[in-house]
């Protein structure tokens, strides 16, 4: 059964403290790993889609990497206003459904 | 400006009453689907759609219809809403027959079922 996990489910960090979410996942062949940023109250909103092992994509403090089994969002000297709940799905090959984790709720104190 | 339009964005029903929820995009995407997202269970698909008077089923379809029978639109329908029912949902739209597209999504509806 294709399944997506992320860790920590919340995450505090000091501004400027860089960290990393975590998105494990098992598909049966994966055709696309997604990362979503939800703010309260708002749909989510497109970061990156990542296609294969190796690959990486960066955003101004956003970086996203992805191996066999994982993927990573690393936040590099956060700010406040990257306070969200980022979210990550996978589609498998083969269908057109989106497999999504149940989010890391991010805090930036100023 | 590109965007994925539900309506309405809050609603109180009662048991059993029928109620439909519209989605609109206009950017002429193939791809459609509905989600709900509940509190430690994520967004959850509940039905996709890859064309028009194409739909199929994703995780969580029991209790829920969808049509599409124009491109731009993609109805959720809930013909006897019961209380687990009440949750937030979204509805999304994609380019869609490459695989793999990011998803735009509406800014969801809140639905309660007393």
């Known amino acids: 059964e294709d399944q997506v996990t992320q860790s920590p489910e919340a995450l505090r960090l000091q501004e400027g403290e860089s960290s990393s979410l975590n998105c494990s996942y098992t598909?049966?062949?994966?055709?696309?790993l997604f990362w979503y940023r939800q703010d309260p109250g708002k749909g989510p909103e497109f970061l990156f889609t990542l296609y294969s092992a190796g690959e990486e994509k960066e955003k101004e403090r956003l970086k996203a990497t992805l191996t066999k089994k994982e993927s990573f969002l690393h936040i590099t000297a956060p700010k406040p206003e990257d306070s969200a709940t980022y979210l990550c799905?996978?589609?498998?090959?083969?269908?057109?459904?989106?497999?999504f984790g149940t989010g890391t709720r991010l805090k930036v104190l100023a | 400006e590109a965007q994925v339009t539900q309506n309405p964005r809050y609603l109180i029903t009662v048991t059993g009453k029928k109620l439909t929820v519209t989605c609109s995009q206009n950017m002429n995407h193939e791809y459609m689907s509905w989600y709900r997202q509940d509190p430690g269970l994520g967004l959850r698909q509940i039905y996709y759609s890859m064309n028009v008077e194409v739909t199929d089923k994703g995780d969580v379809p029991e209790g829920y219809k969808v049509s599409r029978k124009e491109k731009r639109n993609f109805p959720l329908i809930l013909e006897s809403p019961s209380p687990n029912q009440t949750s937030l949902y979204f509805c999304a739209s994609s380019y869609g027959d490459r695989g793999a597209e990011k998803l735009f999504f509406g800014s969801g509806t809140q639905l309660s079922v007393l």
């Open positions: 598909v049966s062949g994966l055709r696309g």
């Open positions: 799905a996978v589609q498998a090959r083969g269908t057109y459904k989106y497999i």
